[in-house]
Structure formats: structure tokens, C-alpha cells
T-cell receptor
Framework: AQSVTQPDIHITVSEGASLELRCNYSYGATPYLFWYVQSPGQGLQLLLKYFSGDTLVQGIKGFEAEFKRSQSSFNLRKPSVHWSDAAEYFCAVGAGVSKLTFGTGTRLQVTL | DGGITQSPKYLFRKEGQNVTLSCEQNLNHDAMYWYRQDPGQGLRLIYYSQIVNDFQKGDIAEGYSVSREKKESFPLTVTSAQKNPTAFYLC????????????FGSGTQLSVL
């Protein structure tokens, strides 16, 4: 069975600092991997996705993520966080859009 | 603007009552989905539909029902059999292809009176 672990429930960073959100997955083959972001009381928006090829993927809003097969990880990074990045971030894994398993999310707080 | 519209934003259910959450999309997507979100539990799939007049159960379908009579609409009914319905419900749609992304509505918060 596929599963996703986001070990950090809550992270606080200062504006301008770098960010890394962790995502570890369990899956039998090379999965499709996604990062979504959710603002309070809203739906989710796709930040980036990985299917194959280059293991470093670029997304919207200056985010990137790196697929590391040996570590079963797909961590999300941003070199300089903005106050508007405060939100909840979800990692998802699966064989396709109708077969996704979502992690429990990491809530990001940004201090000024 | 193209998108997904969920209504109402807030909904209250009395004991023993069925309630229906609306989801409409004008993205011309074939596939539509309902997710339940509880604090600290991420999103869990309730039902999905890949084509009109057809739908499949997700991981937590018990106590819920859906219909897909039109491509644009995918209403979710929370029945009285669902004993713990308080949650944030998200509707999504996508092009029917494994590599496509989900487009989400802004959600409905359902609470029990």
C-alpha cells in the first residue's frame, strides 16, 4: 500500500530565510509525486509535480523539489520565504490523479 | 473565469438529516472528485467519477452518496448513516489522464448542530 509521511506538523521561519519541507513516501515503483498548497479555508493549488526525468523540478512561486529515490523522499524547498507563503503544504503520491494518497500536511508560519 | 464552485460555504446538519453539497465546474473536465479533510489527517477520497453516469467509491465512501447526471455537476449527499460528518469537504476536477493535476474548489465546512 502506498503512504506518505510529512514529519513536520508545524514549521516557523523568518521572512527571507530558506525553507525545506520534508516528504517521505512508500510506493512499489516510481510514483507520481505532487506538492499542493492550501490557504486557510480554501482549496488546494498545485505547486509542482514529478513523473520522471530530471529529479529536480521547478514549480510556481519560486518553489522546487528534489526526488531522491534512494531516500524515498520528495522534499520541497524555497531559497527565500515571503510572508505570503504562510499556508499548509501537502505532499501527495500515487499512480495517477485518481489514486493519490495525501500526507497530513505541514503548516508553515512566517515571522516578519 | 473557469473554475470549480462549491456551495454553500458553511452548512449545518441536524441529527438524522441528509444534506447535499453542491459542486459545479466549467472547466470541461471529465473527472470529478470529493475529498474529506479533517484536521491533522490530510485529504481522504470519498468518491470519484471519470464519466457521466458512472462513479467509484474512494477510501471512505460509507455514509455518503453521489450522482453524476451532468458533466458539470457532481453533488455529494451526506446521509444520516455518516455518524461523524463534521469536516471540510473539497470538490476537485481534472482531465482524465494520470499525469494531470487536480483543480480544487474552495470547500464546504459541514458541522453538526
Amino acid at each position: 500500500a502506498q503512504s506518505v509521511t510529512q514529519p513536520d506538523i508545524h514549521i516557523t521561519v523568518s521572512e527571507g530565510a530558506s525553507l525545506e519541507l520534508r516528504c517521505n513516501y512508500s510506493y512499489g515503483a516510481t510514483p507520481y509525486l505532487f506538492w499542493y498548497v492550501q490557504s486557510p479555508g480554501q482549496g488546494l493549488q498545485l505547486l509542482l509535480k514529478y513523473f520522471s526525468g530530471d529529479t529536480l523540478v521547478q514549480g510556481i512561486k519560486g518553489f522546487e523539489a528534489e526526488f531522491k529515490r534512494s531516500q524515498s523522499s520528495f522534499n520541497l524547498r524555497k531559497p527565500s520565504v515571503h510572508w505570503s507563503d504562510a499556508a499548509e503544504y501537502f505532499c501527495a503520491v500515487g499512480a495517477g490523479v485518481s489514486k493519490l494518497t495525501f500526507g497530513t500536511g505541514t503548516r508553515l508560519q512566517v515571522t516578519l | 473565469d473557469g473554475g470549480i464552485t462549491q456551495s454553500p460555504k458553511y452548512l449545518f446538519r441536524k441529527e438524522g438529516q441528509n444534506v447535499t453539497l453542491s459542486c459545479e465546474q466549467n472547466l470541461n473536465h471529465d473527472a470529478m472528485y470529493w475529498y474529506r479533510q479533517d484536521p491533522g489527517q490530510g485529504l481522504r477520497l470519498i468518491y470519484y467519477s471519470q464519466i457521466v453516469n458512472d462513479f467509484q467509491k474512494g477510501d471512505i465512501a460509507e455514509g455518503y452518496s453521489v450522482s453524476r447526471e451532468k458533466k458539470e455537476s457532481f453533488p455529494l449527499t451526506v446521509t444520516s448513516a455518516q455518524k461523524n460528518p463534521t469536516a471540510f469537504y473539497l470538490c476537485a476536477s481534472s482531465i482524465e489522464s494520470p499525469r494531470q493535476k487536480l483543480f480544487f474548489g474552495s470547500g464546504t465546512q459541514l458541522s453538526v448542530l
